[in-house]
């Protein structure tokens, strides 16, 4: 209990102060702690350059270290712009975000059979739910729970401000079908690794890699629409950019099992392009090839 109220002590004053000071402030702050991680991590250091050269074996070591380093500052502003959520209106936060393919959600939810949100930890995560409930599109995320459940409910009532709903990845099955039948919108962080049952291994930047079918398996049983949403920093604009890109066809040949496995290839594949455009913005840091098919040797050296 002493240590769940320091740890909750410590967020709160992060996002009281980080959420007072001026924004260009605060997002200079954010980013110098991130930094000062990468430089004092050095497991995340190594893993990250890990998946880099995996990911890019074209590329230079100086490169991949230069996408590590605009990663973490990345990193530093989302914290950032999270502490400032709460101040942010339809009034003042065109400044600093907007939309491109507003019209693929639109048309998506328009057949009112529900929307399935194919995102990950791409850009600004947590700001584009944020910012779509603000502009008067609430939805539901599924999320894993936080240790700490004082942290936990201090971060979703920041998430759940305008009409957001949470739901957690230990029981959203049913409620995700549910939100289907009720026509809504959910989206799903699925680039993460998993292990099977749930995951099923499809290619990701050339390497196999266990990723959930639990979207795909509930698309081909809803109807439900299925579309890209992430939210990227224009560094041409400086802003946050809301880009949903059209619905992704869904292959449905009857035998379930093999729909599933294609369809996540496809949502993956989806994913795998907008990383490839904004390589310094997903998270390399996690270790997305960790579970390999059977018989295959792991792709991280032990330290």
């Known amino acids: 209990m002493m240590r769940e109220r320091l740890e909750y002590s410590v967020v709160w004053l992060l996002v009281t102060v980080l959420g007072r000071l001026p924004r260009p402030l605060a997002r200079a702050l954010g980013a110098g702690v991130a930094r000062l991680a990468l430089r004092t991590m050095g497991r995340l250091r190594r893993t990250g350059l890990r998946n880099l050269e995996l990911a890019f074996p074209e590329k230079s070591g100086p490169e991949r270290e230069r996408i590590l380093y605009e990663l973490f500052r990345n990193l530093g502003w989302q914290m950032a712009e999270f502490c400032l959520m709460r101040r942010y209106i339809q009034g003042n936060v065109a400044a600093i975000a907007r939309y491109d393919g507003l019209d693929h959600y639109l048309a998506a939810k328009a057949k009112g ?126 802003k946050y950019v809301l880009r949903f890109g059209p619905e992704i066809p869904l292959l449905e040949t009857g035998d379930a099992e093999r729909d599933a496995l294609e369809n996540t290839a496809r949502f993956t594949a989806v994913t795998e392009s907008y990383v490839r455009q904004y390589p310094s913005q997903w998270l390399w840091v996690h270790r997305r090839w960790k579970t390999r098919p059977e018989g295959e040797p792991t792709l991280y050296p032990r330290r």
Not at 120 to 140: I, V
Not at 181 to 192: A, H, N, Q
Not at 220 to 229: D, S
């Open 113 to 238: 059979k529900g929307v399935l949100i194919v995102t990950g930890h791409l850009g600004a995560w947590e700001l584009s739910s944020f910012y779509h409930s603000l502009m008067g599109h609430p939805m539901s995320m599924v999320i894993r729970r936080l240790d700490n459940p004082r942290v936990d409910a201090l971060v979703n009532g920041i998430r759940c401000l305008h009409g957001n709903k949470v739901l957690h990845k230990d029981d959203f099955a049913r409620g995700l079908i549910a939100a289907m039948r009720r026509g809504e919108t959910v989206g799903i962080l699925m680039d993460t690794n998993m292990t099977p049952p749930q995951g099923v291994f499809v290619p990701y930047f050339g390497h196999l890699a266990c990723t959930a079918s639990g979207l795909a398996r509930v698309a081909q049983k809803t109807g439900a629409a299925v579309l890209p949403g992430f939210m990227l920093w224009e560094e041409s604009e400086q």
